[in-house]
């Protein structure tokens, strides 16, 4: 499931938002709980929450780390990209905006009913495409983004008296 050169990658320091980092249980950061969570699953889950963490932070450097719903990693930026589950069974990686985004590579495997979110669920043994995993995040990010620009320029034309 990993690849050596994801493996050796070097990856940023983790990021965290004031309020987020408020949310930890004795003062611990979202990354630390994430850091925790990992360890404390010690099986394949780990791993490939692990995984999808390192792809997730070399994908977007500028990624928050937050720790949310009573202990459910979530990443943001300019909204939440996604949030990463473990299951007795499966880690499910949820993009908040997943319907929104284009999935060329049919990663989706969960939650395709719904109007807003999509679900990929990882199995035990199941090989991660890192290059489509990599370009979803990258897609979450630009729709993310785009969304924030397109609210503020609306705000920005609805200021009273700029009516002519």
Known sequence: MTNT?????SVAPNRTSKKSAK?????????????????ELSDWRGETLAYVRRLIKQADPEAIEEWKWRGVPVWSHAGILCTGETYKNVVKVTFAKGAGLDDPSGLFNSSLDGNTRRAIDFHEGDKIDENALTALIRAAVALNTSARAAVCLVRSQKRPGMDQ
Request: a negative charge.
């Open 5 to 9: 050169a994801t493996e050796t990658l």
């Open 23 to 39: 949310e930890g249980k004795g003062g611990a950061s979202p990354s630390q709980l994430i850091d925790a969570r990992i360890t």
